[in-house]
């Protein structure tokens, strides 16, 4: 994902830059999908806005009815009674308005979250390895927040002002000479003029508050959740320290702008002072030569109230409009990164017969200046065992992740069954292997939950079968809430074998043809080791299994073990072939039988 262009001071202020428009016709379709509520909100919004123009009119004619020589009881009581129902009428026009345009904002919202969902699930492994999930969670938040914003002081505040202008000028144009009509259209064309460009010189203020922002959140949630490692090294200290400069800096950009909202604020408290004495001044003088009546200046009075008050706002309406846009920008630009692993047109669902796979003369690397694998090739029989050793960084975890495509190899390809895996769909393939990683994350839910996600719609004698197989189950049944204990964020309150055997136990439950075990049984202790090997064991006698292994006790059973360096398949056999050789294998044999004896 890109990060947004840098704003310049020093370029000429615009009201809508291509964000905006971009933000825009991004909404517009979840608004189309409800025309007959925004055309009913609207005509709404029309009728509070006559009705509260009508009320200054009518308290002209009561006033001039109660002019001397006039007694109180001529004032018809029609008037009086229509007053107030124009008073009622605005506010419930406005109610009206607000409850038929509801569902229309939450609907928007509420589709446009789930489509950004959707697509971060979409988007490919590295999108997300280099991502700061903190500063992309404040960008969700914001946009689904902005576009409530946008709608509300658009169509709610922009919008309704313009008509009321509109009207008012009218009214004043008709019923006294030109200038009034001028005088309030000039002063209100410099108010907003002035208010635009200077918000506009303030939005990046604004601007670069948000990023800094963004920035001390993922900073904050990364010291979180790495809560454990800050205690081992100490480092509380070093971390509120870099949380602070990122503090300090937004501290710097929140006084620009609260400094500069205080000029705009006086600027647009002067410039409405002077078109109010002008008008008065000129009504003023109408009813002092008997042109006008005390009703006409009421009456003139009270329209510019009932403008400038809405007016008074627009500075921070414009803001608020200009911020929800970009912070609705940041959210659509998400749906435009493009993902690198697509479905072809024509593919068709993965057809699993005995799970045969295949690496075809594969080379891979995740950046194209340091190459991974380097022409991988080698095949895993129906119900065998593959096993992968080699050092850290050999390339072993890039089989599993190109295996269930979340990566395209260069050159090669990847078979199951005879088909390419590129040919196929990403969610029939992946439905059919299963995976038990070595660092085990999972979900801040139950115990029961993270095993059922395997299969969501299992049954529970299911689900308790599993955890039995993965041998949890006692372990579980031993706690005060059994499976409905509660594992926190990541699983940090489980061990690192409990979270294994929990995700052993999710793999068994969703019983896929094909299984990668990488690293499976690290976390465990030998005698776990043991019993789970076993069962490990039995599930690969069913299934074709990818085996990445440290430990190669583990292994000494695999149909196939490949030893791999650099990317490259150096040996390749079973175990006691392997041995027989003398080669890197009975080096790696040799090393880790010493360290079991030096540690026993």
Request: net charge neutral; glycine share 6%.
């Amino acid at each position: 994902m890109r990060p947004h262009p840098p704003s310049s001071s020093s370029s000429v202020p615009h009201a809508f830059a291509a964000g905006d428009w971009r933000a825009i016709r991004g909404l517009m379709p979840y608004l189309l999908a409800f025309k007959g509520r925004v055309a009913l909100a609207l005509s709404c919004l029309v009728l509070a806005k006559v009705a509260n123009v009508g009320v200054p009119l009518l308290l002209k004619e009561i006033i001039d009815r109660l002019a001397p020589g006039k007694g109180v009881l001529m004032v018809p009581l029609a008037l009086v009674l229509a007053y107030g129902a124009l008073r009622f009428s605005t506010t419930l026009f406005n109610e009206l308005r607000d409850g038929i345009f509801a569902k229309v904002t939450q609907r928007a919202i509420r589709s446009i979250a789930l489509s950004v969902f959707q697509h971060l699930h979409a988007l490919n492994l590295r999108f997300h390895l280099e991502r700061h999930t903190g500063g992309l969670s404040r960008d969700i938040e914001r946009g689904t927040r902005g576009i409530e914003s946008l709608l509300r002081f658009t169509l709610f505040s922009i919008f309704p002002t313009l008509v009321e202008m509109a009207m008012v000028a009218g009214i004043l144009a008709w019923k006294y000479d030109i200038w009034f009509a001028l005088i309030t259209l000039v002063t209100l064309v410099i108010y907003i003029a002035l208010t635009v460009v200077i918000t506009e010189w303030r939005t990046h203020f604004r601007r670069r508050m948000n990023e800094l922002d963004s920035k001390a959140n993922a900073r904050a949630i990364d010291s979180l959740i790495n809560y454990e490692t800050v205690k081992y090294f100490g480092n509380e200290a070093w971390e509120a320290q870099r949380y602070d400069q990122n503090l300090a800096r937004w501290e710097e950009a929140a006084v620009k702008s609260q400094t500069s909202l205080a000029l705009l604020n006086g600027i647009q408290s002067l410039i409405i002072g002077v078109g109010a004495v002008a008008l008065m001044l000129r009504a003023t003088a109408g009813v002092s030569a008997g042109r006008l009546t005390v009703g006409d200046l009421v009456l003139i009075n009270a329209l510019l109230l009932q403008l400038y008050m809405p007016l008074n706002f627009l500075g921070v309406v414009y803001r608020e409009i200009k911020q929800s846009l970009a912070d609705m920008d940041r959210l659509f630009r998400l749906l435009t990164v493009e993902t690198e692993i697509r479905d072809c047109p024509d593919a068709q669902p993965l057809k699993v017969g005995g799970g045969v796979v295949r690496f075809e003369a594969v080379d891979f690397a995740y950046d194209e200046r340091r190459a991974i694998l380097h022409h991988v090739d080698f095949e895993i029989p129906a119900g065998h065992k593959v096993a992968v050793v080699g050092s850290s960084g050999a390339g072993k975890s890039t089989l599993s992740r190109l295996l269930f495509r979340f990566y395209d190899v260069q050159q090669g390809r990847i078979l199951i069954d005879g088909q390419d895996i590129r040919q196929v769909t990403q969610q029939s393939l992946r439905a059919a292997i299963g995976i038990v990683p070595q660092d085990t994350v999972l979900f801040n839910d139950t115990i029961y939950a993270n095993i059922a996600y395997g299969q969501p719609d299992a049954a529970r004698e299911d689900v308790l079968r599993c955890a039995q197989t993965a041998h949890i189950h006692a372990f579980i049944e031993s706690l005060p809430e059994g499976y409905e204990t509660q594992v926190g964020e990541r699983g940090l309150k489980l061990s690192g074998g409990e979270k294994q055997r929990v995700a052993i136990a999710r793999t068994l439950l969703k019983a896929p043809r094909i299984l990668v075990f990488d690293e499976a049984t690290s976390a465990l202790d030998s005698h776990f080791e043991r019993e789970i090997q076993e069962e490990l064991s039995s599930m690969a006698r069913h299934h074709t299994t990818l085996v990445i292994a440290h430990r190669l006790s583990t292994i000494i059973d695999a149909d196939q073990i490949m030893v791999m360096e650099a990317g490259n398949i150096l040996e390749r056999g079973t175990h006691l072939e392997l041995l027989s050789r003398n080669g890197r294998y009975a080096e790696l044999w040799a090393l880790q039988q010493s360290e079991e004896v030096q540690s026993g």
